[in-house]
C-alpha cells in the first residue's frame, strides 16, 4: 500500500493565497460570529449564496478534511448541524439546507483551510449543481468495483 498525502499539482494555488481564515480566528478581520467553542468557530459568509449562508471553520490549521483529527472532523458536522437547525427557526427563506465541504481546488475550494459551508436553500435561489452527461449513465459495474478495490485498497484506519 502506497501512503500518499493530498496531492499540491492541482492545489498549488491554495498554498500560494492568503489564509484570511487566520485572520479572522486571531480577530485581525471583520467577521460576524455566530458560534465560537475550543474547536470551531461559526461566521457568517462574507459572499452568501442565500441570507443566513454560515461557515463552521476549525480552529487548528488544515488545508483538507484529511489533515484534521477525527474528533475535530466529527464536531465541525455537529456543530454544522446545530446551525442548520438554528437556521430553519429563524424567519430567513429556508426550505432546505445544503451543507457543502470543498476538499482540494478541484473540488472548488478557493481558501487554503478546510471548512463547512452551511447554507439556508429555497426552490427559487438560482443555486444548483451543474451535472456532467456522464452522470446521467450508468456505469458498468465492473467500473464501479474496480474503483471499490482501489479504495478498500488503500483504505487505513487510525484506531
Given at each position: 500500500?502506497?501512503?500518499?498525502?493530498?496531492?499540491?499539482?492541482?492545489?498549488?494555488?491554495?498554498?500560494a493565497?492568503?489564509?484570511?481564515?487566520?485572520?479572522?480566528?486571531?480577530?485581525?478581520?471583520?467577521?460576524?460570529?455566530?458560534?465560537?467553542?475550543?474547536?470551531?468557530?461559526?461566521?457568517?459568509?462574507?459572499?452568501?449564496?442565500?441570507?443566513?449562508?454560515?461557515?463552521?471553520?476549525?480552529?487548528?490549521?488544515?488545508?483538507?478534511?484529511?489533515?484534521?483529527?477525527?474528533?475535530?472532523?466529527?464536531?465541525?458536522?455537529?456543530?454544522?448541524?446545530?446551525?442548520?437547525?438554528?437556521?430553519r427557526?429563524?424567519?430567513?427563506?429556508?426550505?432546505?439546507?445544503?451543507?457543502?465541504?470543498?476538499?482540494?481546488?478541484?473540488?472548488?475550494?478557493?481558501?487554503?483551510?478546510?471548512?463547512?459551508?452551511?447554507?439556508?436553500?429555497?426552490?427559487?435561489?438560482?443555486?444548483?449543481?451543474?451535472?456532467?452527461?456522464?452522470?446521467?449513465?450508468?456505469?458498468?459495474?465492473?467500473?464501479?468495483?474496480?474503483?471499490?478495490?482501489?479504495i478498500?485498497?488503500?483504505?487505513?484506519?487510525?484506531v
Open positions: 500500500m502506497v501512503d500518499r498525502k493530498p496531492p499540491l499539482a492541482s492545489d498549488g494555488a491554495l498554498v493565497v492568503p489564509n484570511v481564515f487566520a485572520e479572522i480566528l486571531t480577530g485581525r478581520a471583520e467577521v460576524s460570529f455566530v458560534y465560537r467553542d475550543d474547536q470551531v468557530a461559526v461566521v457568517m459568509d462574507i459572499q452568501p449564496l442565500n441570507p443566513g449562508h454560515a461557515l463552521v471553520i476549525p480552529l487548528k490549521p488544515a488545508r483538507f478534511l484529511c489533515e484534521l483529527d477525527n474528533e475535530t472532523a466529527a464536531h465541525m458536522f455537529v456543530i454544522g448541524k446545530r446551525i442548520a437547525e438554528a437556521i427557526r429563524t424567519t430567513l427563506d429556508c426550505e432546505g439546507v445544503h451543507f457543502f465541504l470543498a476538499d482540494g481546488a478541484a473540488a472548488g475550494q478557493e481558501i487554503p483551510h478546510v471548512h463547512l459551508h452551511v447554507v439556508p436553500r429555497h426552490n427559487k435561489d438560482g443555486f444548483g449543481l451543474n451535472l456532467p452527461d456522464r452522470y446521467f449513465k450508468l456505469p458498468p459495474r465492473s467500473e464501479l468495483e474496480a474503483a471499490a478495490q482501489k478498500k485498497a488503500a483504505l487505513k484506519w487510525d
